[in-house]
Antibody, heavy 125, light 108 residues
Framework: QVQLQQSGPGLVKPSQTLSLTCAISGDSVSSISSAWDWFRQSPSRGLEWLGRTYYRSKWYHEYAVSVESRITVNPDTSKNQFSLQLNSVTPEDTAVYFC???????????????WGQGTLVTVSS | EIVLTQSPGTLSLSPGERATLPCRASQSISNNRLAWFQQKPGQAPRLLIYDASTRATGTPDRFSGSGSETDFTLTISRLEPEDFAVYYCQQYYNSPRTFGQGTRVEIK
């Protein structure tokens, strides 16, 4: 059974960098049948996909247009985890952030079948 | 990007009743790449249905999904107390994957 455990600060100052980590158990960040997503949820924006990383002979990264100039999602194979960095944050980035897995095996894809517990990140001075 | 519209925002129903939750897409979703999630307060979303009508592992059979192209429906045949929650549709046909704004099923 896959488990995702998020960690990172709950308070970030404006203009600074939001950093979160998602530790994986029961799967590998390098699995060729999985992809690793970050989402956020706020009352004003609802559930919003931010970006992902996945390995298919090489590493790929995809980002939402709304944050692509500020976001990095990176794997860490030594610790079997992946991370989110969001630069130059403003109060509008205040949200609950989630990591999640996409799983495609034997031709069937299970969208976001496992999620982290969520981290409330508040952007405030 | 594909916009998903869920209306009504809230359904007030009693336990044992049938719930019908619609989801309309701004453009056709090929291969029925439409999923339904349940979210309870303080929890992450939980995958219930994928490919529009396939129940995920552990999803009770009182939950069913139907529809194609731009119109999809989640049906809960008989509401149990634990089913009162918010339900989101999600399309994963193209990037960015997007969610509807959710339908809250509350106890009448």
């Amino acid at each position: 059974q896959v488990q995702l455990q998020q960690s990172g600060p709950g308070l970030v100052k404006p203009s600074q960098t939001l950093s979160l980590t998602c530790a994986i158990s029961g799967d590998s960040v390098s699995s060729i049948s999985s992809a690793w997503d970050w989402f956020r949820q706020s009352p004003s924006r609802g559930l919003e996909w931010l970006g992902r990383t996945y390995y298919r002979s090489k590493w790929y990264h995809e980002y939402a247009v709304s944050v692509e100039s500020r976001i990095t999602v990176n794997p860490d194979t030594s610790k079997n985890q992946f991370s989110l960095q969001l630069n130059s944050v403003t109060p509008e980035d205040t949200a609950v952030y989630f990591c999640a897995r996409d799983n495609c095996a034997t031709g069937v894809c299970y969208p976001n079948d496992s999620w982290g517990q969520g981290t409330l990140v508040t952007v405030s001075s | 990007e594909i916009v998903l519209t869920q209306s009504p925002g809230t359904l007030s129903l009693s336990p044992g009743e049938r719930a019908t939750l619609p989801c309309r897409a701004s453009q056709s979703i090929s291969n029925n790449r439409l999923a339904w999630f349940q979210q309870k307060p303080g929890q992450a979303p939980r995958l219930l249905i994928y490919d529009a009508s396939t129940r995920a592992t552990g999803t009770p059979d009182r939950f069913s999904g139907s529809g194609s192209e731009t119109d999809f429906t989640l049906t809960i045949s008989r509401l149990e107390p634990e089913d009162f929650a918010v339900y989101y549709c999600q399309q994963y046909y193209n990037s960015p994957r997007t969610f509807g704004q959710g339908t809250r099923v509350e106890i009448k």
